[in-house]
């Protein structure tokens, strides 16, 4: 992995398919990898409301729904599309890369 000091690289872009999330685990992070017409997106994998784990749950567009009690999210800005979920989602800034999926560093 090219990671440097501000950005992490996850997988490579083949690893995720069109219209499928990923799980990647980096560090203290548990991510979930989206490729929706050719552009990826990372948010928490964790659902906010609860156990639910986006990267199993069903992507229909930008819009991923949690398998566990079917709160909803946007994947490009992680606000809430449908309860019970009250907590946005964290997403992260992906990075221009060729060939993997690179985000920046969060902050904190
Ligand atoms: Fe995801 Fe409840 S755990 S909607």
Do not use: W
């Amino acid at each position: 992995m090219a990671d440097t000091e501000n950005t992490i690289e996850l997988c490579a872009k083949d690893d995720v398919a069109e219209g499928e999330a990923l799980k990647v685990e980096t560090g203290d992070l548990e991510l979930a990898v989206y490729r929706v017409e050719d552009t990826f997106y990372v948010t928490d994998n964790m659902c906010t409301h609860g156990p639910g784990e986006l990267s199993e749950g069903y992507l229909e567009g930008h819009v991923i729904e949690c398998d566990f009690h079917g709160g909803q999210f946007d994947i490009r800005n992680g606000e809430i599309v449908a309860p019970p979920c009250i907590v946005k989602l964290k997403t992260y800034k992906v990075v221009p890369h060729d060939s993997a999926v690179v985000i920046e560093a969060p902050a904190d």
